[in-house]
């Protein structure tokens, strides 16, 4: 399966959707999911020598805003979504 890149075009198509008051935020790993500020766009040549752009999070020691909301962990399938445990009928202070 050959694996495809997402473009500039397709991420103006996809963030076109969206609310353009909304803060752009970079969600990193999947196994431990943390969310980022982005704080810079940047267009140069990478190591193939193709020319790519880059999103970068800030330099800031409040750049990493905390975990990542787990809606967003679910909608990324990083994470199942996750039921609350079945409620069990409570005891009453009689013991039945």
């Known amino acids: ?3 495809t890149e997402l473009t500039v ?3 103006i198509d996809l963030l076109s959707a ?3 008051s909304a803060p ?7 196994f431990f999911p943390m969310a980022h ?3 810079q766009v940047v267009q140069c040549m990478d190591e193939t020598g193709q020319t790519a752009v880059y ?8 750049t990493q805003l905390g975990h990542l909301p787990p809606e967003a962990a679910v909608a990324l399938a990083w994470h199942s979504p996750v ?14």
Do not use: I, K, S
């Open 1 to 3: 399966m050959a694996h």
């Open 9 to 11: 075009g397709d991420l």
């Open 18 to 20: 969206c609310d353009r």
């Open 24 to 30: 752009v935020r970079q969600a990193m790993n999947p």
């Open 37 to 39: 500020h982005l704080a």
């Open 55 to 62: 999103l970068a999070e800030g330099r800031d020691a409040d």
């Open 83 to 96: 039921q609350p445990p079945p409620r069990r009928p409570r005891r009453t202070a009689g013991g039945a």
